[in-house]
């Protein structure tokens, strides 16, 4: 995999890496969410207030994981930016 990165990135190899695995760890958490989520609904069916309170929380989830994946990946990359630049390690 590490090939493909730097076949794909050249040098942004090791941020583009970094992104990745950032990336992939931040849907596992949101998909184990979903899935408890699934799994309480269909153990505990929900009368109408409450659908409609789960329905108000489904948006909100949704919109702060759209936000928190922004903000995530935007600091892992200002990090490992700067920690590189630290190191004197600028791409070519």
Known sequence: ?????????????????????STTTFLFILICIYLVKTATEFMFPP?????IAIHVVDNYAGVLGLI???????LDIIFLIRERWVRGERPE
């Open 1 to 21: 995999m590490d090939a493909l990165f730097h076949f794909v990135f050249g040098p942004y190899a090791p941020l583009a890496r970094h992104v990745f695995h």
């Open 47 to 51: 009368n109408q207030y409450v659908a």
């Open 68 to 74: 928190g994946f922004i903000v995530w990946t935007t």
